[in-house]
Protein backbone atom coordinates (compact mmCIF):
# COMPACT_ATOMS: atom_id res chain seq x y z
CA UNK A 1 0.00 0.00 0.00
CA UNK A 2 0.87 3.62 -0.37
CA UNK A 3 3.77 4.23 1.36
CA UNK A 4 4.36 7.86 -0.35
CA UNK A 5 4.17 11.16 0.46
CA UNK A 6 2.27 13.81 -1.20
CA UNK A 7 2.55 17.16 -0.77
CA UNK A 8 0.13 19.73 -3.27
CA UNK A 9 -1.32 22.74 -3.03
CA UNK A 10 -5.28 22.84 -4.23
CA UNK A 11 -4.55 25.18 -7.10
CA UNK A 12 -5.35 24.87 -11.32
CA UNK A 13 -1.56 26.14 -11.33
CA UNK A 14 -0.24 24.22 -8.41
CA UNK A 15 2.62 21.74 -8.28
CA UNK A 16 2.32 18.89 -6.47
CA UNK A 17 5.15 16.61 -5.19
CA UNK A 18 4.81 13.13 -4.43
CA UNK A 19 7.40 11.01 -3.81
CA UNK A 20 6.89 7.49 -3.59
CA UNK A 21 9.64 4.64 -2.05
CA UNK A 22 8.81 2.50 -5.35
CA UNK A 23 7.34 2.89 -8.51
CA UNK A 24 4.98 -0.32 -7.85
CA UNK A 25 3.04 1.36 -5.16
CA UNK A 26 2.67 4.17 -7.80
CA UNK A 27 1.34 1.80 -9.86
CA UNK A 28 -1.34 0.85 -7.94
CA UNK A 29 -2.33 3.68 -6.87
CA UNK A 30 -2.10 5.43 -10.21
CA UNK A 31 -2.62 3.09 -12.38
CA UNK A 32 -3.01 5.06 -15.49
CA UNK A 33 0.59 6.23 -15.52
CA UNK A 34 1.66 2.66 -16.57
CA UNK A 35 0.19 2.98 -19.53
CA UNK A 36 2.89 6.01 -20.20
CA UNK A 37 5.52 4.82 -18.01
CA UNK A 38 6.04 0.93 -17.88
CA UNK A 39 9.62 0.50 -16.87
CA UNK A 40 7.96 -0.28 -13.35
CA UNK A 41 11.83 -2.20 -13.19
CA UNK A 42 12.71 1.51 -11.38
CA UNK A 43 12.85 2.04 -7.96
CA UNK A 44 12.06 5.54 -7.48
CA UNK A 45 10.08 8.31 -9.48
CA UNK A 46 9.02 12.06 -8.54
CA UNK A 47 5.91 13.63 -9.74
CA UNK A 48 6.99 17.20 -10.13
CA UNK A 49 3.88 18.57 -11.91
CA UNK A 50 0.31 17.79 -12.17
CA UNK A 51 -2.77 19.71 -12.94
CA UNK A 52 -6.06 18.93 -11.54
CA UNK A 53 -9.10 17.29 -12.79
CA UNK A 54 -12.21 18.13 -13.87
CA UNK A 55 -14.76 17.19 -11.29
CA UNK A 56 -11.99 16.17 -8.68
CA UNK A 57 -10.91 17.11 -4.88
CA UNK A 58 -8.03 16.42 -3.59
CA UNK A 59 -8.52 14.14 -1.16
CA UNK A 60 -10.45 12.16 -3.84
CA UNK A 61 -6.75 12.40 -5.89
CA UNK A 62 -7.70 12.72 -9.67
CA UNK A 63 -5.06 14.57 -11.24
CA UNK A 64 -3.52 14.89 -14.82
CA UNK A 65 -0.02 14.10 -14.20
CA UNK A 66 2.42 16.89 -16.63
CA UNK A 67 5.53 15.48 -16.04
CA UNK A 68 7.64 12.93 -13.44
CA UNK A 69 10.92 13.27 -12.69
CA UNK A 70 13.33 9.75 -12.48
CA UNK A 71 15.10 10.35 -9.32
CA UNK A 72 17.95 8.26 -10.49
CA UNK A 73 19.34 10.03 -13.18
CA UNK A 74 17.44 13.40 -12.67
CA UNK A 75 16.00 14.05 -15.60
CA UNK A 76 11.85 15.05 -16.01
CA UNK A 77 9.77 13.26 -18.31
CA UNK A 78 6.60 14.73 -19.67
CA UNK A 79 3.15 12.14 -19.17
CA UNK A 80 -0.20 12.31 -18.81
CA UNK A 81 -2.66 9.90 -16.95
CA UNK A 82 -4.57 10.02 -14.09
CA UNK A 83 -3.89 9.38 -10.64
CA UNK A 84 -5.58 7.66 -8.11
CA UNK A 85 -8.07 6.11 -10.60
CA UNK A 86 -7.68 2.75 -8.65
CA UNK A 87 -8.02 4.23 -5.26
CA UNK A 88 -7.95 7.51 -3.15
CA UNK A 89 -4.62 8.95 -2.08
CA UNK A 90 -4.50 8.10 1.99
CA UNK A 91 -5.53 10.93 4.30
CA UNK A 92 -2.06 11.19 5.29
CA UNK A 93 -1.43 13.02 1.98
CA UNK A 94 -2.27 16.37 3.65
CA UNK A 95 -2.22 19.12 1.41
CA UNK A 96 -0.04 21.70 1.83
CA UNK A 97 -2.79 24.74 3.01
CA UNK A 98 -0.34 27.65 3.24
CA UNK A 99 -0.35 28.29 -0.73
CA UNK A 100 -3.95 28.47 -0.69
CA UNK A 101 -4.03 30.71 2.75
CA UNK A 102 -1.88 32.88 0.58
CA UNK A 103 -4.46 33.14 -2.24
CA UNK A 104 -7.05 33.26 0.64
CA UNK A 105 -5.45 36.26 2.60
CA UNK A 106 -4.33 38.13 -0.53
CA UNK A 107 -7.94 37.96 -1.48
CA UNK A 108 -8.91 39.50 1.70
CA UNK A 109 -6.73 42.17 1.62
CA UNK A 110 -7.50 43.57 -2.08
CA UNK A 111 -11.35 43.28 -1.09
CA UNK A 112 -10.58 44.97 2.52
CA UNK A 113 -8.47 47.58 0.31
CA UNK A 114 -11.94 48.09 -1.99
CA UNK A 115 -14.25 47.91 0.88
CA UNK A 116 -16.37 50.86 -0.33
CA UNK A 117 -16.63 49.36 -3.73
CA UNK A 118 -18.23 46.21 -2.12
CA UNK A 119 -20.49 48.18 0.11
CA UNK A 120 -21.99 49.83 -2.64
CA UNK A 121 -24.29 48.78 -5.55
CA UNK A 122 -25.23 50.12 -9.07
CA UNK A 123 -27.40 47.55 -11.58
CA UNK A 124 -26.50 46.74 -15.06
CA UNK A 125 -29.59 45.48 -16.54
CA UNK A 126 -27.52 44.91 -19.96
CA UNK A 127 -24.62 42.86 -18.58
CA UNK A 128 -27.41 40.95 -16.16
CA UNK A 129 -28.96 39.34 -19.00
CA UNK A 130 -25.65 39.05 -20.58
CA UNK A 131 -24.74 37.17 -18.23
CA UNK A 132 -28.03 35.47 -18.07
CA UNK A 133 -27.94 34.33 -21.65
CA UNK A 134 -24.50 33.12 -21.66
CA UNK A 135 -25.76 30.69 -18.91
CA UNK A 136 -29.18 29.73 -20.47
CA UNK A 137 -26.74 28.75 -23.43
CA UNK A 138 -25.54 26.18 -21.70
CA UNK A 139 -26.89 22.52 -22.92
CA UNK A 140 -29.11 20.60 -20.65
CA UNK A 141 -31.38 20.99 -17.84
CA UNK A 142 -29.80 21.12 -13.83
CA UNK A 143 -32.02 18.46 -13.11
CA UNK A 144 -32.71 14.63 -13.74
CA UNK A 145 -36.54 14.40 -15.07
CA UNK A 146 -38.87 11.58 -16.24
CA UNK A 147 -38.58 13.19 -19.84
CA UNK A 148 -34.95 13.73 -19.89
CA UNK A 149 -33.98 10.83 -18.28
CA UNK A 150 -35.23 7.16 -19.51
CA UNK A 151 -35.97 3.97 -17.96
CA UNK A 152 -32.49 2.12 -17.91
CA UNK A 153 -30.60 5.79 -17.52
CA UNK A 154 -27.60 6.00 -15.30
CA UNK A 155 -27.41 8.57 -12.51
CA UNK A 156 -23.79 9.24 -11.24
CA UNK A 157 -22.21 11.13 -9.01
CA UNK A 158 -20.45 14.23 -9.33
CA UNK A 159 -17.16 12.28 -10.46
CA UNK A 160 -18.84 10.57 -12.76
CA UNK A 161 -18.80 7.65 -10.87
CA UNK A 162 -20.76 4.88 -8.90
CA UNK A 163 -23.75 4.97 -11.80
CA UNK A 164 -27.08 4.16 -10.30
CA UNK A 165 -29.43 2.80 -12.57
CA UNK A 166 -32.75 4.34 -13.28
CA UNK A 167 -35.44 1.76 -12.96
CA UNK A 168 -39.14 1.86 -13.07
CA UNK A 169 -39.22 2.33 -9.42
CA UNK A 170 -36.68 5.28 -9.45
CA UNK A 171 -37.87 6.89 -12.43
CA UNK A 172 -41.36 7.14 -10.58
CA UNK A 173 -39.13 9.48 -8.11
CA UNK A 174 -38.26 11.96 -10.83
CA UNK A 175 -40.54 14.91 -11.43
CA UNK A 176 -42.07 14.36 -15.00
CA UNK A 177 -40.44 17.47 -16.11
CA UNK A 178 -38.43 20.47 -14.69
CA UNK A 179 -40.45 23.28 -12.73
CA UNK A 180 -37.69 25.59 -14.08
CA UNK A 181 -36.91 25.79 -17.62
CA UNK A 182 -35.48 28.17 -19.36
CA UNK A 183 -38.14 31.16 -20.73
CA UNK A 184 -36.97 34.30 -22.15
CA UNK A 185 -38.51 36.32 -19.51
CA UNK A 186 -36.99 34.96 -15.91
CA UNK A 187 -39.46 32.98 -14.05
CA UNK A 188 -38.53 35.34 -10.80
CA UNK A 189 -38.29 38.82 -10.28
CA UNK A 190 -36.05 38.70 -7.29
CA UNK A 191 -34.64 36.18 -5.63
CA UNK A 192 -31.99 35.55 -2.69
CA UNK A 193 -29.45 33.08 -2.46
CA UNK A 194 -28.55 32.68 1.59
CA UNK A 195 -24.99 30.75 2.11
CA UNK A 196 -24.12 29.52 5.74
CA UNK A 197 -21.22 32.35 6.35
CA UNK A 198 -20.56 33.54 9.46
CA UNK A 199 -21.03 37.00 8.24
CA UNK A 200 -24.87 36.81 8.50
CA UNK A 201 -24.91 36.17 12.07
CA UNK A 202 -26.27 39.32 13.64
CA UNK A 203 -26.72 41.20 10.33
CA UNK A 204 -30.44 41.55 10.67
CA UNK A 205 -31.05 40.15 7.16
CA UNK A 206 -33.94 37.81 7.81
CA UNK A 207 -36.68 40.59 6.65
CA UNK A 208 -34.99 41.82 3.16
CA UNK A 209 -34.33 37.75 2.33
CA UNK A 210 -38.13 36.93 2.90
CA UNK A 211 -39.15 39.82 1.09
CA UNK A 212 -37.58 38.04 -2.19
CA UNK A 213 -39.59 35.85 -4.55
CA UNK A 214 -37.46 33.02 -4.17
CA UNK A 215 -34.82 32.13 -1.66
CA UNK A 216 -32.15 29.78 -2.16
CA UNK A 217 -30.71 27.84 0.80
CA UNK A 218 -27.37 25.11 0.90
CA UNK A 219 -27.82 22.02 3.37
CA UNK A 220 -30.42 21.72 4.97
CA UNK A 221 -29.47 24.24 7.95
CA UNK A 222 -32.25 24.83 10.79
CA UNK A 223 -34.68 27.97 10.71
CA UNK A 224 -36.25 28.59 13.13
CA UNK A 225 -33.78 30.06 15.95
CA UNK A 226 -31.69 32.48 12.79
CA UNK A 227 -35.10 33.62 10.63
CA UNK A 228 -33.82 37.45 12.10
CA UNK A 229 -30.70 37.18 10.37
CA UNK A 230 -31.16 34.51 7.64
CA UNK A 231 -34.97 35.21 7.21
CA UNK A 232 -37.65 32.32 6.91
CA UNK A 233 -38.59 31.52 3.42
CA UNK A 234 -37.40 28.65 1.82
CA UNK A 235 -37.82 27.29 -2.04
CA UNK A 236 -35.34 25.94 -2.81
CA UNK A 237 -32.11 24.05 -1.10
CA UNK A 238 -29.48 22.23 -1.73
CA UNK A 239 -28.74 19.49 0.59
CA UNK A 240 -25.43 16.82 -0.25
CA UNK A 241 -24.38 13.08 0.69
CA UNK A 242 -21.85 14.07 3.48
CA UNK A 243 -24.49 15.87 5.49
CA UNK A 244 -26.90 13.28 5.29
CA UNK A 245 -24.55 11.33 6.56
CA UNK A 246 -22.75 13.29 9.46
CA UNK A 247 -25.91 14.32 10.61
CA UNK A 248 -28.43 11.21 10.05
CA UNK A 249 -26.04 8.47 9.56
CA UNK A 250 -26.73 8.06 6.34
CA UNK A 251 -30.58 7.33 7.30
CA UNK A 252 -29.72 3.72 8.02
CA UNK A 253 -31.89 4.13 11.48
CA UNK A 254 -35.37 4.73 11.71
CA UNK A 255 -34.94 7.32 14.16
CA UNK A 256 -32.32 9.21 12.13
CA UNK A 257 -35.22 9.10 9.16
CA UNK A 258 -37.51 10.45 11.95
CA UNK A 259 -34.79 13.16 12.49
CA UNK A 260 -34.16 13.99 8.75
CA UNK A 261 -37.89 14.38 8.42
CA UNK A 262 -38.42 16.89 10.79
CA UNK A 263 -35.52 19.20 9.67
CA UNK A 264 -37.41 18.77 6.41
CA UNK A 265 -40.39 20.09 8.46
CA UNK A 266 -39.12 23.40 8.67
CA UNK A 267 -38.86 23.73 4.56
CA UNK A 268 -40.99 24.52 1.34
CA UNK A 269 -40.73 24.08 -2.05
CA UNK A 270 -37.12 21.95 -3.83
CA UNK A 271 -34.55 19.97 -2.59
CA UNK A 272 -32.02 19.83 -4.49
CA UNK A 273 -29.49 16.67 -4.09
CA UNK A 274 -25.81 17.35 -4.94
CA UNK A 275 -24.10 14.07 -5.49
CA UNK A 276 -20.68 15.35 -4.73
CA UNK A 277 -19.11 12.62 -2.65
CA UNK A 278 -17.39 9.96 -3.70
CA UNK A 279 -17.36 8.29 -0.62
CA UNK A 280 -20.60 7.72 0.04
CA UNK A 281 -23.30 5.41 -2.24
CA UNK A 282 -24.54 7.63 -5.17
CA UNK A 283 -27.83 5.72 -4.68
CA UNK A 284 -28.33 7.80 -1.07
CA UNK A 285 -30.23 10.44 -3.18
CA UNK A 286 -33.02 7.70 -4.30
CA UNK A 287 -32.91 6.90 -0.51
CA UNK A 288 -33.42 10.54 0.51
CA UNK A 289 -36.13 10.82 -2.67
CA UNK A 290 -38.34 8.28 -1.20
CA UNK A 291 -38.27 9.67 1.91
CA UNK A 292 -39.02 12.50 1.10
CA UNK A 293 -41.73 11.25 -0.86
CA UNK A 294 -43.51 9.71 1.67
CA UNK A 295 -43.46 11.95 4.26
CA UNK A 296 -43.07 15.53 3.22
CA UNK A 297 -44.74 17.57 0.21
CA UNK A 298 -41.12 18.50 -0.88
CA UNK A 299 -40.11 18.04 -4.00
CA UNK A 300 -36.89 16.12 -4.87
CA UNK A 301 -34.60 17.67 -7.74
CA UNK A 302 -31.46 15.19 -8.74
CA UNK A 303 -29.11 17.42 -9.49
CA UNK A 304 -27.36 16.57 -12.88
CA UNK A 305 -23.82 16.96 -12.81
CA UNK A 306 -22.73 16.78 -16.59
CA UNK A 307 -24.64 20.04 -16.40
CA UNK A 308 -22.66 21.72 -13.32
CA UNK A 309 -19.41 20.53 -14.77
CA UNK A 310 -20.58 22.58 -18.04
CA UNK A 311 -21.38 25.70 -16.06
CA UNK A 312 -17.93 25.09 -13.81
CA UNK A 313 -16.11 25.68 -17.27
CA UNK A 314 -18.34 29.15 -17.99
CA UNK A 315 -16.77 30.44 -14.62
CA UNK A 316 -13.03 28.91 -15.68
CA UNK A 317 -13.15 27.04 -12.49
CA UNK A 318 -10.57 24.34 -12.54
CA UNK A 319 -12.42 22.49 -9.74
CA UNK A 320 -15.14 21.20 -8.86
CA UNK A 321 -18.12 24.06 -8.27
CA UNK A 322 -19.23 24.72 -4.24
CA UNK A 323 -22.76 24.06 -3.71
CA UNK A 324 -22.94 28.00 -3.19
CA UNK A 325 -21.74 29.13 -6.73
CA UNK A 326 -23.85 26.28 -8.48
CA UNK A 327 -26.82 27.91 -6.61
CA UNK A 328 -25.95 31.38 -7.68
CA UNK A 329 -25.67 30.18 -11.11
CA UNK A 330 -29.18 28.81 -11.16
CA UNK A 331 -30.39 31.64 -9.61
CA UNK A 332 -28.62 34.11 -12.26
CA UNK A 333 -30.44 32.27 -14.80
CA UNK A 334 -34.10 32.19 -13.44
CA UNK A 335 -34.17 35.89 -11.63
CA UNK A 336 -34.19 39.50 -12.47
CA UNK A 337 -32.20 40.31 -9.41
CA UNK A 338 -30.04 38.04 -7.22
CA UNK A 339 -28.97 38.80 -3.98
CA UNK A 340 -26.28 36.85 -2.24
CA UNK A 341 -26.41 36.76 1.52
CA UNK A 342 -23.68 35.15 3.96
CA UNK A 343 -21.55 34.51 1.38
CA UNK A 344 -17.78 35.52 2.69
CA UNK A 345 -15.23 32.83 3.13
CA UNK A 346 -12.80 34.45 5.37
CA UNK A 347 -12.82 34.02 9.25
CA UNK A 348 -12.62 38.29 9.44
CA UNK A 349 -15.18 40.55 8.19
CA UNK A 350 -14.64 43.58 6.23
CA UNK A 351 -14.94 45.48 10.06
CA UNK A 352 -11.51 43.52 11.24
CA UNK A 353 -14.01 41.41 13.18
CA UNK A 354 -13.89 37.89 13.42
CA UNK A 355 -16.47 36.14 12.02
CA UNK A 356 -17.83 32.19 12.75
CA UNK A 357 -17.37 29.81 9.67
CA UNK A 358 -21.06 28.94 9.27
CA UNK A 359 -24.32 31.75 11.14
CA UNK A 360 -25.31 28.61 12.63
CA UNK A 361 -22.49 27.69 14.07
CA UNK A 362 -22.86 24.06 13.55
CA UNK A 363 -18.81 23.90 12.34
CA UNK A 364 -15.65 25.74 12.84
CA UNK A 365 -12.93 27.06 10.69
CA UNK A 366 -10.68 23.96 11.57
CA UNK A 367 -13.35 21.91 8.65
CA UNK A 368 -12.87 24.74 6.22
CA UNK A 369 -11.42 22.29 3.42
CA UNK A 370 -10.71 23.87 -0.38
CA UNK A 371 -12.15 20.89 -1.77
CA UNK A 372 -13.43 24.10 -3.98
CA UNK A 373 -11.88 26.47 -5.21
CA UNK A 374 -13.19 29.26 -2.85
CA UNK A 375 -10.98 32.28 -3.94
CA UNK A 376 -11.56 31.48 -7.09
CA UNK A 377 -15.19 31.55 -7.25
CA UNK A 378 -14.90 34.53 -4.30
CA UNK A 379 -13.13 36.73 -6.92
CA UNK A 380 -15.52 35.99 -9.50
CA UNK A 381 -18.77 36.68 -7.13
CA UNK A 382 -16.97 39.93 -6.52
CA UNK A 383 -16.88 40.90 -10.19
CA UNK A 384 -19.95 40.15 -10.79
CA UNK A 385 -21.12 42.39 -7.98
CA UNK A 386 -18.84 45.50 -9.51
CA UNK A 387 -20.46 44.62 -12.87
CA UNK A 388 -24.13 44.96 -11.45
CA UNK A 389 -25.20 41.37 -11.98
CA UNK A 390 -25.79 40.51 -8.38
CA UNK A 391 -25.08 42.12 -5.13
CA UNK A 392 -23.14 40.31 -2.51
CA UNK A 393 -24.34 41.35 0.85
CA UNK A 394 -21.12 41.58 3.07
CA UNK A 395 -22.66 44.11 5.83
CA UNK A 396 -25.84 44.13 7.99
CA UNK A 397 -28.75 45.14 6.69
CA UNK A 398 -29.98 48.41 7.11
CA UNK A 399 -33.76 47.96 8.99
C1 LIG B 1 15.68 6.21 -14.75
O1 LIG B 1 17.02 6.48 -15.03
C2 LIG B 1 17.87 5.37 -14.86
C3 LIG B 1 19.30 5.85 -15.03
O2 LIG B 1 19.44 6.49 -16.24
C4 LIG B 1 17.51 4.31 -15.89
O3 LIG B 1 18.33 3.19 -15.74
C5 LIG B 1 16.06 3.92 -15.66
O4 LIG B 1 15.65 3.05 -16.66
C6 LIG B 1 15.16 5.14 -15.66
N1 LIG B 1 13.86 4.73 -15.16
C7 LIG B 1 12.79 4.82 -15.89
C8 LIG B 1 11.53 4.32 -15.25
O5 LIG B 1 12.78 5.31 -17.01
C1 LIG C 1 16.70 9.15 -17.66
O1 LIG C 1 15.34 8.74 -17.49
C2 LIG C 1 14.49 9.14 -18.55
C3 LIG C 1 13.08 8.83 -18.14
O2 LIG C 1 12.90 7.51 -17.97
C4 LIG C 1 14.92 8.43 -19.81
O3 LIG C 1 14.09 8.82 -20.87
C5 LIG C 1 16.34 8.83 -20.12
O4 LIG C 1 16.80 8.09 -21.22
C6 LIG C 1 17.28 8.56 -18.94
N1 LIG C 1 18.55 9.18 -19.20
C7 LIG C 1 19.67 8.54 -19.04
C8 LIG C 1 20.91 9.29 -19.34
O5 LIG C 1 19.70 7.36 -18.66
C1 LIG D 1 3.78 24.83 1.29
O1 LIG D 1 3.70 25.93 0.39
C2 LIG D 1 4.41 27.09 0.84
C3 LIG D 1 4.07 28.22 -0.11
O2 LIG D 1 4.33 27.89 -1.43
C4 LIG D 1 5.91 26.76 0.88
O3 LIG D 1 6.61 27.88 1.30
C5 LIG D 1 6.11 25.62 1.85
O4 LIG D 1 7.46 25.24 1.84
C6 LIG D 1 5.24 24.43 1.49
N1 LIG D 1 5.33 23.48 2.57
C7 LIG D 1 5.63 22.23 2.36
C8 LIG D 1 5.70 21.36 3.57
O5 LIG D 1 5.83 21.78 1.23
C1 LIG E 1 -23.20 47.77 -18.40
O1 LIG E 1 -22.79 46.60 -19.06
C2 LIG E 1 -22.53 46.78 -20.44
C3 LIG E 1 -22.30 45.41 -21.05
O2 LIG E 1 -21.27 44.72 -20.39
C4 LIG E 1 -21.36 47.72 -20.59
O3 LIG E 1 -21.09 47.90 -21.97
C5 LIG E 1 -21.69 49.05 -19.93
O4 LIG E 1 -20.58 49.89 -19.98
C6 LIG E 1 -22.12 48.84 -18.50
N1 LIG E 1 -22.61 50.08 -17.97
C7 LIG E 1 -22.09 50.67 -16.91
C8 LIG E 1 -22.74 51.89 -16.44
O5 LIG E 1 -21.12 50.17 -16.32
C1 LIG F 1 -26.73 18.85 -26.00
O1 LIG F 1 -27.13 17.72 -25.24
C2 LIG F 1 -27.73 16.69 -26.02
C3 LIG F 1 -28.26 15.63 -25.10
O2 LIG F 1 -27.63 15.65 -23.84
C4 LIG F 1 -26.70 16.16 -26.98
O3 LIG F 1 -27.27 15.16 -27.77
C5 LIG F 1 -26.20 17.29 -27.86
O4 LIG F 1 -25.18 16.84 -28.70
C6 LIG F 1 -25.69 18.44 -27.01
N1 LIG F 1 -25.36 19.57 -27.87
C7 LIG F 1 -24.25 20.27 -27.71
C8 LIG F 1 -24.09 21.44 -28.63
O5 LIG F 1 -23.41 20.00 -26.89
C1 LIG G 1 -41.37 30.45 -1.68
O1 LIG G 1 -41.68 29.85 -0.45
C2 LIG G 1 -42.68 30.50 0.31
C3 LIG G 1 -42.84 29.75 1.62
O2 LIG G 1 -41.60 29.56 2.25
C4 LIG G 1 -43.97 30.55 -0.47
O3 LIG G 1 -44.93 31.26 0.26
C5 LIG G 1 -43.72 31.22 -1.81
O4 LIG G 1 -44.90 31.17 -2.59
C6 LIG G 1 -42.61 30.50 -2.55
N1 LIG G 1 -42.29 31.25 -3.75
C7 LIG G 1 -42.35 30.72 -4.96
C8 LIG G 1 -42.07 31.63 -6.10
O5 LIG G 1 -42.59 29.54 -5.14
C1 LIG H 1 -28.40 9.01 14.10
O1 LIG H 1 -27.10 8.91 13.61
C2 LIG H 1 -26.12 9.40 14.45
C3 LIG H 1 -24.83 9.37 13.71
O2 LIG H 1 -24.86 10.35 12.71
C4 LIG H 1 -26.07 8.55 15.68
O3 LIG H 1 -25.05 9.01 16.55
C5 LIG H 1 -27.39 8.64 16.37
O4 LIG H 1 -27.43 7.73 17.43
C6 LIG H 1 -28.53 8.35 15.44
N1 LIG H 1 -29.69 8.88 16.07
C7 LIG H 1 -30.72 8.17 16.26
C8 LIG H 1 -31.83 8.85 16.99
O5 LIG H 1 -30.77 7.02 15.88
C1 LIG I 1 -40.67 8.06 6.04
O1 LIG I 1 -40.59 7.25 4.91
C2 LIG I 1 -40.00 6.00 5.10
C3 LIG I 1 -39.91 5.29 3.79
O2 LIG I 1 -39.08 5.96 2.89
C4 LIG I 1 -40.77 5.21 6.11
O3 LIG I 1 -40.14 3.97 6.34
C5 LIG I 1 -40.84 5.97 7.41
O4 LIG I 1 -41.67 5.32 8.31
C6 LIG I 1 -41.32 7.38 7.23
N1 LIG I 1 -40.99 8.13 8.45
C7 LIG I 1 -41.81 8.95 9.04
C8 LIG I 1 -41.30 9.66 10.25
O5 LIG I 1 -42.94 9.16 8.65
Redesign the pocket.
Known amino acids: MAKGICQASMFSWFVAICVFSS?VIMYTQFSVIATK?K?L??KS?TITSVSSEKRSSFSKASFKVVSIR?T??KTN?VGRGKLGAGKPVEKKNIPNMSMYKIRQDNLHRSLKAKASKLLSWQPNITRTREVRNNLNQINGSFVFTQINTPVGGKYYNSFHQDPVTIDDDKHRLLLEASPFAHTSIPLFNTCAVVGNGGILRRSNCGKEIDASDFVFRANLQPIKHFTRDAGRKTNLTSLNPSKVKNRYDLLSSKANITKIVSAFKEYTGYILWIPNSQAIATELGFIVARVLKENTTLQLLLADDDYFSRVGDYWKSSKMLSTGMILTSIALSLCDEVRLYGFWPFSVDLTGKLSPMHYTNDITWSSYTNAHDFPHEFQQLTELHSEGVLRLQVSACVV
Do not use: E, K
Request: charged fraction near 10%; glycine fraction near 0%; aromatic fraction near 20%.
Open positions: VFMDNWNSNA
